[in-house]
């Protein structure tokens, strides 16, 4: 009882009205909420999607600016086939459905990663929400795709050699570098969220994160919600950020 009111007195102390622009999430601990409940991993990747849904919804609805989540990593691809096809599937069924949504929502969308290698229709999805988030201004969705921060960094790097050698690049500073990265023109996440308790990026922007807040909680991607965004959002707004200053 005690444990469980200091819980919810710690959702309350969040304070909306002084949000942080940029909040990033790890979306991991689908697998093991599957396997608490003896269901297989894919009902544990359903039910992540919805918690997706209904986060990026409340972010919306409390006005944050950024919320960039981690939906499949570069490595993820070792995981069986099947695995990998559910993953995708649920992407496309979700794509399809927020595409009829976005402009009245005003959720505008963009993927990080290198989408490329994806199936033609997830990569016509993709495209039309890129299409439609041209229209309108509001929340902006990143959904990190076939991402790796090492990856982005190496591909940012060579993009700009190739640029440099054409003579259409100036010398490399870290502002220059960051307009060759995926999150071009995106303010660093102020807030990076891991659910499931593990203390690790795993390879999560690398670049962007170098002073991120951490926040890391037991609590399972599935099982996520808005009381626990808004602990840590209380948790965050209690940090002292000082950028290697006093
Ligand atoms: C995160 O949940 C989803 C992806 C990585 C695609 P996991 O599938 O990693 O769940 P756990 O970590 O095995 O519980
Ligand atoms: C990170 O989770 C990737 C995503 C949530 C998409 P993982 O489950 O792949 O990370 P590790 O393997 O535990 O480090
Ligand atoms: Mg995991």
Redesign the pocket.
């Known amino acids: 009882m005690g444990l469980l009111f200091k819980a919810r007195k710690r959702a309350e102390e969040a304070d909306l009205s002084a949000l942080p622009r940029h909040i990033a999430i790890i ?7 599957a ?1 608490k409940r003896g269901l297989p ?1 894919t009902a ?2 359903a039910a ?1 999607a919805e918690t997706f849904r209904r986060v990026a919804t409340w972010c919306k609805d409390v006005g944050l600016e950024y919320l960039t989540v ?4 570069t490595e ?1 691809w070792k995981r069986p086939r099947e ?1 990998i096809e559910a ?1 995708m599937g649920l992407l496309d069924k979700y794509l399809l459905e927020a595409i009829g949504r976005m402009e009245r929502d005003r959720v505008r969308m963009r993927f990080f990663g290198d989408t490329s290698v994806l199936s033609p229709r997830l990569r016509e999805l993709i495209e039309k929400t890129a299409e439609i988030s041209t229209h309108f201004e509001g929340c902006q969705v990143n959904i990190c795709l076939n991402y790796g921060g090492r990856d982005e960094i190496v591909r940012a790097a060579r993009a700009y050699a190739e640029d440099f050698k054409k003579g259409a690049a100036d010398d490399l500073n870290e502002e220059l570098f960051e307009s060759y990265l995926y999150s071009a023109g995106v303010p660093d996440p102020d807030l990076i969220i891991r659910p ?1 308790g ?1 203390y690790r990026l795993s390879n999560f922007l690398m670049w962007q994160s170098a002073y991120s807040e951490l926040y890391v909680t037991d609590v ?2 599935p099982d996520f919600d808005q009381n626990e965004m808004k602990r840590a959002i209380a948790a965050y707004q209690r940090r002292n950020r000082r950028y290697g200053g006093i």
């Open positions: 979306m991991d601990g689908n697998g093991r909420w396997k991993r544990g990747h992540g981690y939906a499949f990593s993820n695995e993953i499931s593990e399972l991607w």
